[in-house]
Every structure is written in structure tokens, then in C-alpha cells.
């Protein structure tokens, strides 16, 4: 099982739906019955390969598991790097778990766009397994960020009678916050040079400066003290 990759197959699987309902023809009513469907089966499918990962999983270890690594900017130690441990293994399985309950929710509720509806749930569920499996700050920042389109666009067309200024003020405030978590992932690399999550975990990372002059390494002799 480690050889396989799995996570990517969970992560990525809602898009295959997303290409079904694309190449979705018909009537109106016939391409928001295909969409229902459609994202209905593939976000099930997502489910049942996700508790594939908890049966698999070994509890006994605190290191990451299913880990799928492949290099993608090897000049910067920046990389595809996904896996997950035994916190985010419930999380990747609660959003598969979540998103067909959504689907089914939404079956009745939403009658205009369903296809966009549809589409937009399924990217959005690519999306969220991707953030609590990236196991590089830059991948997860990606993913986390993109998080942001999707549910812009459902708040702000399926959203309440205030969901326009609800869509933008979400979507500001959000970003606000993700400047400086991407100020942080920059010290980092720029501390330690990279981005990988499993490298930066072992590195000693200088502690705040104080008084302008820089304190002592973190360390068990630091917290010791």
C-alpha cells in the first residue's frame, strides 16, 4: 500500500467527477440531474478509498505515513511531498465523509446552477484533503489558498441575501491572515532552505530576537531552562 499512491488517488479523485459533469450534454434538467449524480458517486468513491487509509494505517508509528514524494522545484528543495499522520488521517476522512452529506443536502435546495454547484463542491473537496496532506509549506500553501476560490464563489451565488458582501468580506479577511502565514513560510525558507515540513520539524530554528540581539537556539536545553 505504501507504494501506491493513495493520497494522490484520494486528493485528486473529485476531479475526475469535475470532468464528467464538464462533458456533461442535454437538457438543463438532464445536465443538473448528471451533476447530482455525478458528484454524488464520485465524492462516495473518494470516501470509500479514504477509510482505505485508516484501515491501513499503523498506529504503533508517529511518522508520517502513505507519503508520496516527487521533486518539482529540486533547485529550492521544494517538492510534491504529501503524507499524513494520525491527525490528519481523521482529517482527509472527514472532509471525504462531509462532502457527499453536503451533496445530498444540496439535492433539492439548489436548483439554479447545479452544475457550477456541483463542480465548484468538488474542486473544494481536491482542495481541502490536499491542505491536511501536503507535507510541504509551499504544496499546503497552495492548496490552502485555493481553498478560497470555491467557497468565494459558492457564499457569493448560492449564499444568502447577503452573500455578495459576505463572499468578499470572507474572502479579505482570509487573505489577510494568509499574508502572514506566507511571510512566515518565507522566513523559514529563507532560514532554513526549504520548505519541506518533515526537514523543518528537525531544524533548529533561531528563537525571536530580543532586545536586538538574537536569543539562544531552541533545544532541550532551552526548554530546560
Known amino acids: 500500500m505504501d507504494s501506491f499512491p493513495i493520497l494522490s488517488l484520494t486528493t485528486f479523485l473529485p476531479l475526475v467527477g469535475v470532468l464528467f459533469i464538464l462533458a456533461a450534454r442535454g ?3 438532464q445536465v443538473a440531474r448528471n451533476a447530482r449524480w455525478g458528484a454524488l458517486w464520485t465524492s462516495l468513491a ?3 478509498i479514504s477509510l482505505l487509509l485508516w484501515l491501513n494505517f499503523d498506529p504503533t508509528t508517529s511518522d508520517f505515513q502513505f507519503v508520496e514524494k516527487v521533486e518539482w522545484l529540486p533547485g529550492f ?4 511531498h504529501m ?3 494520525g491527525i490528519s488521517l481523521f482529517f482527509v476522512i472527514l472532509s471525504t465523509f ?4 453536503c ?3 444540496s439535492w433539492k ?3 439554479t446552477r447545479v452544475k457550477e454547484y456541483m463542480i465548484a463542491f468538488l474542486v473544494l473537496e481536491t482542495f481541502m484533503i490536499g491542505t491536511f496532506a501536503a507535507l510541504d509549506f509551499l504544496l499546503f500553501y497552495i492548496f490552502f489558498e485555493a481553498v478560497l476560490i470555491p467557497m468565494f464563489i459558492i457564499i457569493g451565488v448560492w449564499g444568502g441575501p447577503r452573500r455578495v458582501y459576505s463572499a468578499f468580506k470572507f474572502f479579505l479577511y482570509t487573505l489577510a491572515g494568509s499574508v502572514l502565514l506566507l511571510a512566515a513560510i518565507l522566513a523559514l525558507f529563507f532560514e532554513a532552505g526549504t520548505t519541506d515540513i518533515p526537514s523543518l520539524m528537525a531544524f533548529d530554528v533561531p528563537s525571536v ?3 536586538g540581539r538574537p536569543a539562544a537556539r531552541c533545544g532541550p536545553a532551552t526548554w530546560a531552562s
Open 103 to 105: 451533496v445530498l443536502a
Open 77 to 80: 528543495d521544494i517538492s510534491y
Open 209 to 211: 530576537l530580543r532586545h
Open 98 to 101: 462531509l462532502t457527499p452529506i
Open 109 to 111: 435546495a439548489v436548483t
Open 83 to 85: 503524507g499524513i499522520d
Open 46 to 48: 473518494a470516501f470509500i
Open 27 to 29: 437538457t438543463e434538467e
